[in-house]
């Protein structure tokens, strides 16, 4: 799609959007029912997103989707990092497939209903979206330690594995980047310990060699920059 083809948000008012974070905080805390909250939940993410959808661009039939599904990690179901605006169509496609409550015992996505691939793609679009509108801010794309500490764990990482960013860029490098059991194979089968670092996008891993050739080794060579720098904790207040 063109960039003179994108429609142009019906909203960017960081007051209105302020406003629908405020209600959906007053539900949570003072423990309205699910549904209220979920409400004032889809209220906040289609007026950050301009009601249009953040994928296509289209301004019909949109609603909110969790990026990370609710019955798969129901402790994210409020964060507002969690949320992306789509359109019918580009919801539906999302929901292809297996969209019940996931077995936890078995390896994640083996029933399809998680879509990896598709998570770390919305993460990138939302976090690209927030760039371009100048609405990178921590409050309104907020992802807690625990569902950041739980999509490393799923990736095969420490929950403290440092990866550099705000909360909603994190969550899209955590996903983009190859899971530690496959980096961890190919070093073993090339015979040489893995750099404790995740390996980032356009990143390099340079094999160390002893005398006799065989790899000893690894230096991890990162070339990516953060779209937005992490703030400090005393500017977040999520």
Known sequence: ????????????????ISFRLTKLREAVVAGRSRLSCLRRWSEFIRERDGYRCVDCHSQEDLSAHHICRKSF??????????????CRQCHKELHAGFNGRPNML?????????????????????????????????DFYFLSDEILGFLRKMQGYEVDTYFPGSRLEQAYLILAVSERQVLRAIAEANGF????????????????NDEGGLGSGCIVCQKYSPRFPAPDKSESDG
């Open 106 to 138: 078995l390896p994640v996505d083996a029933e399809g209903g998680e879509k990896l691939g598709l998570m770390e793609r919305l993460y990138s679009i939302l976090l690209d979206d927030a760039v371009e509108r100048g609405l990178m801010r921590e």
């Open 73 to 86: 990690f129901s402790a994210a179901q409020f964060d507002t990092g969690n949320g992306i605006t789509l």
């Open 193 to 208: 310990v893995l750099d404790e670092r995740p390996l980032l996008p356009g990143g390099a891993m340079e094999v160390l």
């Open 1 to 16: 799609m063109l960039a003179s083809d994108r429609a142009v948000p019906k909203s960017t008012n960081v007051e209105a």
